[in-house]
């Protein structure tokens, strides 16, 4: 078809994904601490780009009028310091599967594939793993190791014991010995009273630091490391698979008191 994009084959668009992916996928591992320190807070919106070379880039997006190739997700930087560098790059990695997938069948429809072309780029894809699957095998065998290492001194002993004469329902062995969370059908107990909770306190109640609940059966609880107290991880938006990646947590308003400062 004269005028139009030349025709490019499903080999040759699947080479394309395949470049970028290994270059996305190398920012994610392998150049980990280079792809983090490239991605300042301070910069305005960054995203990641995988070239079909096989390298990767952190830049602004190209500026098109009108723009028509997807682009990946903006603003990755404002997020880096606002989580667990672990959760960070996973959810980096899952926005970047989106953005080659998309990508992919762009051109895919650009280079007018018909329905057994796709059917046919959709299955050398779906042949390679996903980025978010390698770096989350990456990020289980890095814990393991760190907690197969970490199994040979014993914790500080500050863990607390739960008020309830109920066992726990669930092993801890999955979250970090260092991290604070309480996987019992009932609150933990709280180590000081607050002036304002004395009463519930002497009921062998313990209050949410968000919503001031003692409300908690059946639910995950999280420590704040700094101002030490507890949170429906619910109300702090914290999972306990979440909380498997984090080394030190801070609730959300200590978080932002770290932030004034600086």
Same mark, same amino acid.
């Given at each position: 078809?004269?005028?139009?994009?030349?025709?490019?084959?499903?080999? *040759?668009?699947?080479?394309? @994904?395949?470049?970028?992916?290994?270059?996305? #996928?190398?920012?994610?591992?392998?150049?980990?601490?280079? +792809?983090? $320190?490239?991605?300042?807070?301070?910069?305005?919106?960054?995203?990641? @780009?995988?070239?079909?070379?096989?390298?990767?880039?952190?830049?602004?997006?190209?500026?098109?009028?009108?723009?028509?190739?997807?682009?990946? =997700? #903006?603003?990755?930087?404002?997020?880096?310091? &606002?989580?667990?560098?672990?959760?960070? !790059?996973? !959810?980096?990695? =899952?926005?970047?599967?989106?953005?080659?997938?998309?990508?992919? +069948?762009?051109?895919?429809?650009? @280079?007018? @594939?018909?329905?057994?072309?796709?059917?046919? #780029?959709?299955?050398? !894809?779906?042949? #390679?793993?996903?980025?978010?699957?390698?770096?989350?095998?990456?990020?289980?065998?890095?814990?393991?190791?760190? $907690?197969?290492? &970490?199994?040979?001194?014993? /914790?500080? &002993?500050?863990?607390?014991?739960?008020?309830?004469?109920? /066992?726990?329902?669930?092993? $801890?062995?999955?979250?970090?010995?260092?991290?604070?969370?309480?996987?019992?059908?009932? /609150? /933990?107990?709280?180590? *000081?009273?607050?002036?304002?909770?004395?009463?519930?306190?002497?009921? &062998?109640?313990? +209050?949410?630091?968000?919503?001031?609940? %003692?409300?908690?059966? %059946?639910?995950?609880? !999280? +420590?704040? %490391?700094?101002c030490e107290r507890w949170f429906h991880g619910k109300c702090v938006k914290v999972t306990p698979t979440m909380a498997e990646?984090?080394? $030190?947590?801070?609730?959300?308003?200590?978080?932002?008191?770290?932030?004034?400062?600086?």
């Open positions: 078809m004269e005028g139009g994009p030349m025709k490019r084959s499903v080999f *040759e668009v699947f080479n394309d @994904f395949r470049g970028r992916r290994d270059g996305v #996928l190398k920012a994610l591992t392998t150049d980990a601490e280079k +792809f983090y $320190q490239a991605c300042d807070p301070d910069r305005d919106n960054l995203c990641l @780009f995988g070239t079909p070379t096989g390298r990767w880039e952190v830049k602004l997006p190209v500026e098109e009028v009108p723009s028509e190739v997807p682009e990946p =997700i #903006l603003g990755i930087n404002f997020s880096r310091d &606002g989580m667990h560098r672990s959760k960070w !790059i996973s !959810i980096i990695a =899952i926005h970047s599967d989106a953005w080659l997938i998309s990508l992919a +069948f762009y051109f895919g429809a650009r @280079f007018n @594939f018909d329905k057994n072309e796709r059917k046919d #780029l959709f299955e050398m !894809i779906n042949k #390679l793993p996903t980025l978010y699957e390698v770096v989350y095998e990456k990020q289980q065998q890095k814990l393991a190791a760190t $907690q197969s290492n &970490g199994n040979k001194t014993k /914790p500080s &002993g500050k863990m607390p014991k739960s008020r309830s004469s109920v /066992p726990q329902q669930k092993s $801890q062995s999955s979250v970090p010995q260092k991290k604070r969370v309480q996987m019992t059908p009932t /609150p /933990p107990p709280k180590e *000081e009273s607050d002036s304002d909770e004395e009463e519930a306190e002497e009921q &062998g109640s313990t +209050f949410c630091g968000a919503c001031h609940d %003692d409300n908690g059966v %059946d639910e995950f609880w !999280i +420590f704040c %490391d700094v990646h984090i080394k $030190q947590y801070k609730c959300p308003s200590c978080s932002n008191k770290k932030a004034r400062v600086h």
